[in-house]
């Protein structure tokens, strides 16, 4: 009877340790969820905070250009074609940096869904990417709105009714006008696609850190 019950009491205690076992993996395996889940809240705060921030920047800077557009326009003879040259150039570089600004956001979000599939953290990655989407999509439609106001607005005196000084004189003021929002604008479509790229580096970065592999 004792052996029968010692023998009972062996099972029972084999069968507790297999339990704590199984509890404690279980338990392991989901802490790397949680820890991603918690990154990702934070990539996200951090992501719309620094939106939040380039949208004030750039509607500060738009109002004050717009201020300024009376004295943008003003310029006249060779300063008119110096100042049309410089924002014509400058908007023609940050062209040219935006192709690799975006190329670099691919790769930071190529390499987020490579890292995201390995680590069988794919929800939480389409988790992000839905939020980033969003919030970049309310600050595109700001970007979108000021390209939109960049009409040019009729004179109310006909162009032919003009002298063909003051046709040049303004035409040319309003392109100057332009060349420097558009210049603008662009500036700040290129930083939100840099803090993208960030938000994704920082949770391919992430699960590394978890899964001590790069």
Not at 99 to 112: D, F, G, L, R, T
Not at 126 to 153: C, D, P, Y
């Amino acid at each position: 009877m004792k052996k029968s019950v010692r023998k009972d009491a062996s099972r029972v205690f084999f069968v507790a340790l297999a339990c704590i076992a199984f509890v404690s993996s279980h338990l392991s395996a989901n802490s790397p969820k949680k820890s991603i889940q918690e990154r990702s809240q934070e990539i996200e705060q951090t992501f719309q905070t620094k939106i939040n921030e380039l949208e004030s920047r750039l509607k500060v800077i738009i109002e004050a250009e717009q201020r300024n557009k009376p004295q943008t326009e003003s310029y006249k003879g060779s300063g008119y074609e110096h100042y049309l040259s410089q924002f014509e150039s400058k908007k023609e570089s940050v062209k040219d940096l935006s192709k690799h600004h975006n190329q670099y956001k691919q790769e930071a979000i190529a390499k987020a869904k490579e890292s995201a599939k390995a680590y069988n953290a794919e929800n939480e990655l389409a988790h992000l990417e839905e939020n980033v989407g969003k919030i970049s999509s309310g600050f595109l439609s700001k970007i979108k709105h000021a390209k939109a106001n960049l009409r040019v607005t009729p004179h109310k005196q006909s162009l032919s009714a003009q002298t063909p000084h003051a046709q040049s004189t303004k035409n040319s003021a309003k392109s100057i006008y332009k060349e420097k929002i558009e210049w603008i604008l662009q500036s700040f479509e290129n930083e939100l696609n840099e803090i993208v790229s960030g938000a994704y580096n920082a949770f391919s970065e992430h699960l590394a850190s978890i899964y001590d592999k790069k």
